[in-house]
């Protein structure tokens, strides 16, 4: 049945956000009950986890992302900075966080641009004070104009270099002009007052070294200004301060991560259903964003939709192709749920089922993967020696490929390289790329992932040396029958004290349960619409 046809029948339910779940069909379920009900308690422990890292003799100043802009005339939808919405959950541009350990009464606070009607009527309500507090926890919430009455009274020679705002959404560039309301700076931050007077106060904000740190551009400015007037601080990057913290995962976090698998499987079991031969990769990257935006989800990176040759691409985003019968299918897709991103990875055969060859390579890089759950366990590394991740999986790896006769060398990781040319594991979180670490710890939340590449041009890209020519004059007749396959099977795993929870385990993967539930699910929706 073309995915056409498909469509229509699966449309006649969707105007049903959570169908009955027939034992066919599985939806995901609502969102976790730790989500809503235990975030202000999880914000505000991880502000004080950082605020006791850096200490009473320090500030840390955070912005809210800014907005984007195309053309000058669409807006870009907005997605709040990571480590401001760590500490804060809070979603408004404009805003700015305060945490300052050493001051009196108010230890943390966030300023928020004025409610605009006249803004909002052109792009929608702004949080208030109330929502401020209820969201974050964070009980002294301070109009954006008042920020740099703030900064003038804890940096005095700040005072040189706050300009007045362009357009009263708060940040360095507000107005240091007083209001009426505003808190008796001196009193209450006396403290860090006087440190800096001392020139011994540390002000911390995200100052990444990369140069193309678009995001920070403000923060960098306003840093080199300071800088400039000799303002007396010690101006300190937060960056590794957030990689640590944020390397394990609260159980809300957990929570949150989890449902956005649950998001994840329910798309995968659409496209299980739905890529049959004569479908366009981008109908079914269709129904990986569909699935993802009715569950009030998002995409966690650009969906990746390769059939045959395209599978052996990683990074593939075209998704233009249609598919054929004998292709193999790789959907790069995961939701993302409350700015919590997973990241999955599944290779099906369009047609229903393996070819020899294209089984040959899945089992192996099934086995990798195997071979890869058995090290994620607290102590161990993601990549390294043979107890690692990454080690465990190129072992495997190196000797099913010798068996085949794809490389000449069991123990060449050179030759291994060819077909398997990207590391195996990273954290997930706020970024899909999330902060990892040398050694797995029990709470942090990573990515499995081996993969077998054979593009069809591949042996005319190696390195020009004898010993390499050599390597693809042996292998090119098993090559001939190998090549245009690409597979990756890509799982996200927490780590605890014991065995590895696989949590996105609900989306087949051993390859009987592939075939099995491809199927099941085509049968299944020429009489049963999809959910």
């Not at 569909?290 to 985003?317: E, K, M, Q």
């Not at 499995?448 to 591949?458: C, I, M, N, Q, S």
């Not at 050599?470 to 795993?493: L, M, N, Q, S």
Request: hydrophobic residues 40%; neutral net charge; proline residues 6%.
């Amino acid at each position: 049945m073309q995915f056409s046809k498909l469509l229509v029948c699966s449309l006649t339910l969707a105007s049903t956000a959570f169908a009955a779940d027939t034992g066919i069909w599985k939806i995901a379920p609502p969102p976790p009950a730790s989500w809503q009900r235990d975030r202000a308690a999880d914000l505000s422990a991880r502000r004080k986890a950082l605020m006791a890292q850096i200490g009473e003799r320090a500030v840390l100043i955070l912005y809210a992302a800014e907005a984007r802009n195309y053309a000058g005339d669409v807006d870009w939808p907005f997605r709040q900075e990571n480590d401001f919405f760590y500490l804060t959950g809070l979603t408004q541009p404009g805003a700015t966080l305060v945490l300052a350990p050493g001051a009196g009464k108010i230890r943390e606070m966030v300023f928020l641009p004025r409610s605009n009607p006249a803004r909002e009527s052109w792009t929608g309500h702004m949080i208030t004070t109330a929502e401020a507090r209820e969201t974050s926890g964070i009980q002294d919430v301070f109009a954006a104009g008042q920020f740099n009455g703030f900064l003038s009274a804890l940096i005095p020679r700040s005072r040189a270099v706050l300009a007045a705002p362009a357009d009263g959404m708060g940040g360095a560039g507000t107005s240091a002009a007083p209001l009426a309301n505003a808190p008796a700076w001196s009193t209450e931050f006396a403290k860090p007052i006087e440190y800096s007077g001392r020139q011994e106060l540390q002000l911390y904000m995200i100052l990444p070294a990369r140069p193309n740190a678009v995001e920070y551009r403000r923060e960098q400015e306003f840093a080199g200004k300071l800088a400039s007037v000799g303002a007396g601080v010690n101006i300190k990057d937060a960056s590794t301060l957030f990689d640590n913290l944020r390397r394990v995962k609260s159980e809300r976090e957990i929570d949150i991560l989890q449902h956005a698998s649950d998001i994840t499987a329910e798309a995968f079991q659409r496209a299980y259903a739905v890529a049959v031969p004569g479908t366009a990769e981008y109908e079914i990257q269709a129904q990986f964003e569909f699935t993802f935006l009715r569950r009030h989800g998002h995409w966690g990176y650009p969906c990746i939709v390769g059939s045959g040759n395209n599978a052996t691409t990683l990074h593939y985003g075209s998704n233009k192709d249609t598919m054929k019968a004998g292709d193999l299918l790789l959907m790069d897709d995961a939701a993302e749920f409350d700015q919590y991103s997973v990241d999955v990875t599944r290779t099906i055969p369009v047609s229903g089922k393996f070819s020899k060859q294209q089984a040959d390579i899945y089992r192996l890089v099934w086995e990798a993967q195997q071979a890869g759950f058995a090290m994620a366990k607290p102590g161990h590394a993601a990549s390294g020696g043979p107890d690692s991740i990454q080690g465990a999986a190129g072992e495997v790896f190196k000797q099913g490929l010798f068996k085949l006769g794809l490389i000449t060398d069991p123990g060449s990781d050179a030759q291994m390289r060819v077909w398997f040319n990207h590391g195996i594991s990273h954290g997930i979180g706020l970024n899909v790329h999330d902060p990892g670490g040398r050694e797995l710890q029990a709470g942090m939340v990573i990515t499995v992932e081996p993969g077998l590449y054979f593009r069809f041009d591949a042996l005319e890209h190696l390195p020009k040396t004898p010993e390499m020519e050599k390597f693809a004059a042996a292998i090119r007749p098993v090559f001939e029958k190998y090549k245009g396959i690409g597979v990756r099977i890509e799982d996200d795993v927490l780590i605890t004290t014991g065995e590895p929870r696989i949590i996105s385990a609900a989306i087949p993967s051993k390859i009987e349960e592939v075939e099995a539930s491809i199927a099941k699910l085509r049968r299944a929706v020429k009489t049963t619409p999809l959910p």
